[in-house]
């Protein structure tokens, strides 16, 4: 029993050596096609990162843009209501307005208008 065990060990330790072996030998480099490719995915991706950065900022001035036109818009409203407002109560838009009396005012006629010599011109 004790020959058997230690055949089987014998015989799985070469199995193991002979896998390492197989596997760890040399390793993978990287082909000249595939470093251009890498190359060129890096430029493609600083272009995109580039553009990313260009809209964004294309999109914080057309929020600035559209922020200034609402509150204009909102101003528009409000100065249409008051003037709603005030339509509505037209004879007596301001009641604490005091027209200017006449008295006191003396008018004064408008001068005759000339009259044209007639003559030689």
């Known amino acids: 029993m004790r020959t058997s065990w230690n055949m089987t060990s014998l015989i799985l330790g070469i199995f193991v ?9 040399c390793t ?15 430029e493609q991706a600083a ?20 922020a200034a036109r609402q509150a204009e818009v909102k101003q528009t409203q409000q100065n249409k209501e008051f ?24 008018e004064v006629a408008p001068p005759a208008p000339a009259k044209k010599k007639k003559g030689k011109k």
Do not use: C, H, M
């Not at 009641?95 to 005012?105: A, F, I, K, L």
């Open 17 to 25: 050596a002979a896998f390492a072996l197989t596997n760890t030998g």
């Open 28 to 42: 993978p480099k990287i082909t000249d096609e595939q470093l251009l490719k890498l190359r060129e995915l890096k």
């Open 47 to 66: 272009r995109l990162e580039a553009d990313i950065k260009k809209k964004e900022a294309e999109k914080s001035s057309l929020e600035k843009e559209l």
């Open 83 to 106: 003037i709603q407002q005030k339509l509505q109560s037209w004879p007596n838009s301001w009641p604490d307005y005091v027209p200017p009396s006449n008295e006191g005012v003396i």
